[in-house]
C-alpha cells in the first residue's frame, strides 16, 4: 500500500460514520454484502459485492475519492481516483 495524493488530502481524524449500514440500501429493502466508509464525509456505502454498489455511487456523485472498509478488523482503503489500495 502507498500514499497517493488523495490520502494526503483526506480530513485527519478521519470523519465519524454517519450511521452503522448502508442508508441506501436501507431504503429500498435491499442487504448490503460488505460496508465501506467514505473518509471525506462519513458516508457509508455498500461494496461492489452488493446489488446496488452505493459506496461507488457516493464516489460517482460527489467525487469523494477514498474509503475504506468498514468492516470489523478490516483498515484497506481504496482510491476510486487512482484504482488501487492506498
Known amino acids: 500500500m502507498s500514499e497517493c495524493q488523495h490520502t ?3 480530513p485527519r ?3 465519524a460514520p454517519l450511521g ?3 442508508p441506501e440500501c ?5 442487504h448490503p454484502v ?3 466508509l467514505c473518509l471525506v464525509c462519513g458516508h457509508v456505502g ?8 452505493h459506496a461507488t455511487l457516493h464516489f460517482k456523485e460527489t ?23 492506498v
Open 46 to 53: 455498500c461494496c461492489d459485492s452488493s446489488p446496488y454498489q
Open 20 to 22: 452503522d449500514t448502508c
Open 8 to 10: 494526503a488530502e483526506l
Open 34 to 36: 460488505q460496508l465501506r
Open 13 to 15: 481524524p478521519e470523519p
Open 63 to 85: 467525487g469523494h475519492p477514498v474509503m475504506r472498509s468498514f468492516e470489523p478488523g478490516e483498515s484497506w482503503r481504496w482510491c476510486f481516483v487512482d484504482g488501487s489500495i
Open 26 to 30: 436501507l431504503a429500498v429493502g435491499s
